[in-house]
């Protein structure tokens, strides 16, 4: 039987161990606190799933199958982790990334509509889009709760066979390689066929080198009227302001804050408190696109960070034989988890190479993979 040891019960490194279990290997999940603690960036009490992804169709055809992925660990968890309510893209030109992304979804048979700004009153309690081309409706799209949805892929995997070890693993120097298939806990050293750092804005730290800048990211919720919850009132992005969010889910309130890229941030010990400017921020983007919530209270906020690559692609590359590292997930990846691990699942099983965009190469800056257009 083939091993691996995962190092990281975030959304990567749970869905990936889950996979493997399922498909033969014995897996041991290392996890430095608990899947689901707030600090990992899978913790977000909530995350986006949309399939735009610009001219891309690469992610786009991933997000639609971790859609379906997610939608049956939904059935066999007995919960609703994906709240399938739609997404709204507020397009500021005819022909930028809203218009590419439209051509991508048509191509690929996915769902989406085309609508002029004053539809915006069929999703929204109340919209300005004056200064708005247009509006592309993404029926499919929707929100997770993410953090559960971490901490039921833990307990998913538990139940597959996957051994979850609580402890903070170092790489293991090799004889004439890098590092030996291997980690180490607690001066104890365990052997796997291989090893995966799916170690998220921690990887920095672990190995010099690595194209990842890890930021500060303040997420806020806001008290508003029933009226705006989920479904009734969906997801929405405007990509040229940075800007997204979505109606409130569980009475966490409505999500709206920036993807815009915070200032540099340490994970474990970094300050958990959102900075004020971030509350004005959002509160000035709800009074000029849902102006009676401009006084809406702050009701939930949190800190996470982002792992970010220059181009927003991912990060997938074997460092030393049967090592690999798995990251720079850029703020976009937690909804392609279960698709991504069935991909991550055939490459460490030899049956097709990464694709070269996930290498360790120069990369050129580029955000047309995230929601973050400029800053605000
Ligand atoms: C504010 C914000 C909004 C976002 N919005 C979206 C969105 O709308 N849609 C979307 O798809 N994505 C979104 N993302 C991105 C998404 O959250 C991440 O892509 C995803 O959670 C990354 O998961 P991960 O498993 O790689 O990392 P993490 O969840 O951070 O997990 C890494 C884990 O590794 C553990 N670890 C690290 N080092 C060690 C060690 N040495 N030993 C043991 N354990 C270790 C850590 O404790 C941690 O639990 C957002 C991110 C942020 C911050």
């Known amino acids: 039987m083939k091993s691996v040891i995962v190092v990281g019960a975030g959304i990567w490194g749970t869905s990936l161990a889950l996979r493997l279990a399922e498909t033969g290997w014995q897996v041991t999940l290392v996890e430095q606190h608990k899947p689901g603690h707030v600090r990992q960036s899978s913790a977000g009490e909530t995350r986006l799933l949309r399939c735009s992804h610009g001219s891309d169709d690469w992610y786009a055809r991933l997000a639609w199958q971790a859609r379906e992925g997610w939608l ?12 399938e309510a739609g997404m709204v893209w507020f397009a500021r030109t005819p022909d930028g990334w809203e218009h590419a992304s439209a051509q991508v979804l048509k191509n690929l048979d996915i769902g989406c509509e085309v609508l002029d700004p004053s539809d915006g009153g069929r999703f929204f309690p109340e919209f300005r889009g004056d200064d708005l081309s247009f509006l ?3 029926p499919s799209a929707g929100v997770l709760r993410a ?34 298939s291997a980690v180490e806990i607690d001066g104890e050293t365990h052997h796997a066929d291989r090893v995966v750092w799916a170690c998220g804005a921690w990887l920095p730290r672990l190995f010099d080198g690595l194209p990842i800048t ?16 989920l479904p009734e009132t969906p997801a929405w992005v405007d990509h040229g302001a940075s800007a ?39 509160r000035g983007y709800l009074r000029r696109r849902f102006p009676g919530l401009a006084d809406a209270p702050v ?20 460092i030393s034989p049967g090592v690999w590292v798995l990251g720079g997930d850029s703020g976009h990846g937690f909804k392609h988890g279960p698709a991504w691990a069935g991909y991550v ?22 955000r047309g993979l995230r929601t973050s257009g400029q800053t605000w």
């Open 345 to 366: 699942a055939g490459v460490l099983d030899g049956a097709y190479e990464p694709e070269p965009r996930f290498g360790d190469h120069p990369r050129t800056p580029s």
């Open 136 to 138: 592309l409706w993404e």
């Open 244 to 282: 997204y969010g979505h109606g409130d889910v569980d009475g966490t309130g409505m999500k709206a804050t920036s993807d815009a890229e915070g200032p540099p941030y340490e994970p474990e010990h970094g300050s958990r408190a959102v900075d004020p400017d971030s509350v004005e921020q959002a």
């Open 214 to 229: 890890v930021t500060k990211q303040d997420t806020l919720h806001f008290a508003v009227p029933s009226a705006w919850s």
């Open 147 to 180: 953090r559960r949805a971490t901490q039921v892929t833990a307990a998913l995997a538990k139940d597959a066979g996957v051994r979850l070890v609580r402890g903070r693993a170092t790489p293991v120097p090799g004889d004439g390689t890098r590092y030996r």
């Open 72 to 83: 049956r660990l939904s059935e066999r968890a007995g919960e609703e982790l994906y709240i």
């Open 299 to 318: 009701l939930f906020s949190q800190v996470c960070q982002y792992a970010l690559t220059p181009d927003a692609e991912w990060l997938l590359t074997e």
